[in-house]
Structures are given as structure tokens and as C-alpha cells.
């Protein structure tokens, strides 16, 4: 092999090709050539012995003259296009013109080389190829590996990559699958009707409808109405039937949010819709058969009410078969990051903002802070960040002046008028002082052990802030 020839590695997969044209010595010179270079090589004498070739096996790369009888390399393009899709096409011609190698190249040719040529040109053309497939292939493994990643950190609507989350999820897949009751718990904010919303939606009753309903957002003289609807005359005003939420859900799943709100009276009443798959609408003498999955959602500890009779123990039993407890964000900081990514791009495209990155600051300031309202409190930051936003960064200076913040920050803040830390320093130390002294019951030696000063430096400092304890 010459220093020009260029082969395609010994312990690499031979690469197959196809050599398609009329004249039988560029055929014979092309294929030992490239034979030569390692590739494993067909040869066909036109477009229709082409296409013959293609049916039989799948090319890597195929070499065809333009001007062929019976069927040119136009022609073959054309007929061969749907085959095409994974090969790579260079066209051959004596009478090629610029215009002619652009029609090729619309028709799916990757190159176009002109006759005559040395043997360089052909081995340097296919190397190019060689390489562009490689990129594309890379190309797609990354979107792949890309796409796979956001897939793990998220289930439904809701993203996370934390330990804490993926364990939810995975939970939450699994329960997807059966046709069980659900029962979601969290603080305020946590995501569990987006997580309700994806185990409705990765089930089997997927097509169904979704009915989520919050049960303390209804009156309570309405909340059965709502739940079970009410026939004709059944109480002043109801003028018609109407279905209740229940119904509304038939062949879906409705979603009880806050369920720990239920009164007492209608716990009894849910428990036989879930005991017997049945309602009883008011003012209806006939019951009625529902096929309807249930979801339930709380932000209190319903075995603690159940203990003190606020929630119906038996029902708490019922309800409690799949528990999906959601960890508050203050336990998942690894998370503040990629879901200020999410909203970012959620606010770009609804305010039409351009938003590029997160300043370190500001995501240092988000990370430190405790999220009380977890993820709806980040989300709503978010949101106004991106509003105040002039550049395309969002900036401390975005954020609410108490974000990242400690609570004893802020205490502190509270206790000190101004700015002086001399001052603060003092109201520091004599609240200090007056918390190690309570911790010891007064004993002024622990104390000044506690706080790491001497006994005389104790006193004399209880002195100077009138400590007398």
C-alpha cells in the first residue's frame, strides 16, 4: 500500500461499498484499489444492477457514475432513495458541471468527484465520509445519552436527580403500573399532584379523564354534591341531575388533594366507594357501579389524626396501600440547580425572555436557602427573576432580598439596629451569654466552658451587660 492509500484500520469492521458503472476497467481499477484500502467491495454495471445490489445486502458507501445506459446515477438516486438513509452516495462523471453536482447533492449525494481522478481523491473523499458518519454517529449517541439523562430526572412534569427523587420516581413507575389506591404525602409545594398526574398518565388509564378535586376548597355542605352529584329535587335549587366528580372520572382516576380535610361524615361515605366501587348520588334510590382509580394526597400525618380522631383509622388503612412520600427541597438541594434550569426555560417561552445562564452568586444564594415553600416557592423566585431580568443572566439581585438568608440571619438582623458591627457583636455576645447560662441552670463556670472564655472573663463581661443570672 502507497503512503497515499489509506486504510480503515486492521482491527476495525471491513466497511462494504459499492462500485456502480458502465465502463469494466473503472470497475476493475476502482475495486482493487479499494480492496486494497481494506473495504469490502460489490460492483454493478448501471442504476438497475445497482438497485438489484442494494436489495441484497446494505452499503456503507456507494461510488456511481452519472452517465450509465439502461439507468443513470441520477436516475438510481431517485429509485434508490428510500435504501439510502444509512449509506453514504458519491457521484462520478467526465462531463460533470457545477450544476449537475448540485442536483446530485439534492438528491441525497454526499460528494461528487470528477473524472479523471488519482486514487488519492477517492481514498481522501471516502476518509471524509468516514469521518463525517463517525461525527453523525457521535452526534446521535450524545442526543441519545442526552435525552436518556433527562428521561431519568424526571418523571411526568416533574424533575430531580437527587437520590430522594429518584427513589419517588422509581416508586411512582411501578405503582403507575397497578390499579391500586395511591396516597401522596408532603408539605405544601412538594409536587404531589404533578406526581399524581404522572401516575395517571404512565397507566393504564392513561386515556381516561383525570379529575382532581380539593377537598378543602369546598364547602362542606357541597363537597358531597361534588364528589357524588344529586338527582332532580333532591334539595332547593337542584333544578336537574347532576354527575358528580366520580362519575366525571369513570374509566380515569380522580385525585382527592388535601383528603386530611374530609369531614368526618364523608369519610364514611368514601370508604364505601372504595370498599364497593359505588356511589350513591343524593336523593337517588339506586347505586351505582363506578370503575374509577383513586389518588389521594395530603401535607398532614394522617396515622397522627387517625390517633386523635380528626381521620377515620379504617379509612387511613384503605387509602394507605401504595404510600409516595415526597421529601420536602430542604432535603434535596442537589436538585435546586437543574430545577432552576426547568423553570428557566418554562418562563422564557411563556414571558418570551431569553435567559441563557444562572450567575454563580445567584445559585449559590438559591442553594443555601431553605425553601419553606418548596419547589412552588423556587418556582415563583424563578419566575420573578426572569421577569426583572434586563441581560440574559439572572443576577442576586433578581432574587428577593431574603433568599439564602439563614433564619438566624435574619433574627439577628432584627435584634441590631443599623449597621454597626460593633454593636451587633455586643447584642451577639450578650445572647450568648444569657444561652449558655440557661443551658447550665446558672452554673457561671460551664457556662464559660461552653462559650470557651475564662471564668473571670465570664464575669466581667455579665457585668458589663447586666447578666445576673
Given amino acids: ?64 457514475d452519472i ?62 465520509a468516514e469521518e463525517r458518519e463517525s461525527l453523525k454517529k457521535e452526534n446521535y449517541l450524545l442526543r441519545e445519552r442526552i435525552r436518556k439523562i433527562g428521561e431519568d430526572n424526571r418523571f411526568g412534569n416533574m424533575v430531580g436527580k437527587s437520590k430522594a427523587m429518584q427513589a419517588v420516581f422509581q416508586l411512582a413507575e411501578k405503582v403507575a403500573r397497578y390499579n391500586t389506591t395511591v396516597l401522596i404525602t408532603g408539605e405544601s409545594g412538594t409536587g404531589k399532584e404533578l406526581i399524581a398526574r404522572g401516575v395517571h398518565f404512565q397507566g393504564e388509564r392513561a386515556n381516561g379523564p383525570l379529575v382532581p378535586i380539593n377537598c378543602g376548597g369546598i364547602p362542606e355542605n357541597l363537597l358531597e354534591s361534588e364528589l357524588f352529584g344529586y338527582k332532580k329535587g333532591a334539595f332547593t335549587g337542584a333544578d336537574r341531575n347532576k354527575k358528580g366528580l366520580f362519575e366525571e372520572a369513570q374509566g380515569g382516576t380522580i385525585f382527592l388533594d388535601e383528603i386530611g380535610e374530609l369531614p368526618l361524615s364523608l369519610q364514611v361515605k368514601l370508604l364505601r366507594v372504595l370498599q364497593e366501587n359505588e356511589i350513591r348520588p343524593i336523593g337517588d334510590s339506586k347505586i351505582r357501579k363506578i370503575d374509577v382509580r383513586v389518588i389521594a394526597a395530603t401535607s398532614k400525618n394522617l396515622e397522627e389524626q387517625s390517633r386523635k380522631g380528626f381521620f377515620r383509622e379504617d379509612l387511613f388503612y384503605r387509602i394507605n396501600v401504595l404510600p409516595i412520600p415526597i421529601p420536602p427541597l430542604r432535603d434535596r438541594l442537589e436538585d435546586v440547580p437543574l430545577l432552576c434550569q426547568h423553570f428557566v426555560h418554562r418562563y422564557n417561552k411563556n414571558l418570551g425572555k431569553h435567559i441563557m445562564d444562572i450567575a454563580p452568586a445567584a445559585m449559590a444564594l438559591m442553594v443555601k436557602h431553605p425553601w419553606p415553600g418548596n419547589v412552588r416557592e423556587l418556582e415563583n423566585v424563578i419566575e420573578r427573576a426572569v421577569v426583572l431580568a434586563e441581560g440574559d443572566m439572572l443576577l442576586p439581585d433578581h432574587l428577593p432580598p431574603d433568599i439564602g438568608v439563614q433564619p438566624e440571619m435574619l433574627q439577628m438582623g432584627s435584634f441590631v439596629d443599623g449597621y454597626s458591627l460593633k454593636e451587633a457583636r455586643k447584642v451577639m455576645e450578650e445572647n450568648l451569654i444569657i444561652k449558655a447560662l440557661k443551658e447550665t441552670g446558672g452554673n457561671r463556670t460551664r457556662a464559660a466552658k461552653l462559650l470557651e472564655i475564662s471564668h473571670p472573663s465570664l464575669l466581667s463581661k455579665m457585668k458589663t451587660y447586666g447578666i445576673d443570672m
Fill in 67 to 128: 452517465k450509465m445506459p439502461n439507468m443513470g446515477g441520477m436516475a438510481f438516486l431517485k429509485a434508490a432513495r428510500e435504501k439510502l438513509e444509512n449509506t453514504t452516495v458519491i457521484m462520478m462523471s467526465a462531463y460533470g458541471t457545477i450544476d449537475t453536482a448540485i442536483e446530485a447533492m439534492k438528491l441525497g449525494a454526499y460528494d461528487y468527484i470528477s473524472k479523471p481522478f488519482k486514487s488519492d481523491e477517492v481514498n481522501l473523499t471516502l476518509k471524509k
Fill in 1 to 64: 500500500m502507497s503512503d497515499n492509500e489509506i486504510s480503515i484500520g486492521v482491527d476495525a469492521e471491513p466497511k462494504r461499498l459499492l462500485v456502480i458503472d458502465d465502463e469494466e476497467n473503472m470497475r476493475h481499477m476502482l475495486s482493487a484499489m479499494l480492496k486494497k484500502s481494506g473495504y469490502l467491495v460489490d460492483t454493478a454495471s448501471d442504476g438497475i444492477q445497482g438497485l438489484d445490489a442494494l436489495n441484497r445486502n446494505q452499503f456503507d458507501f456507494i461510488l456511481c
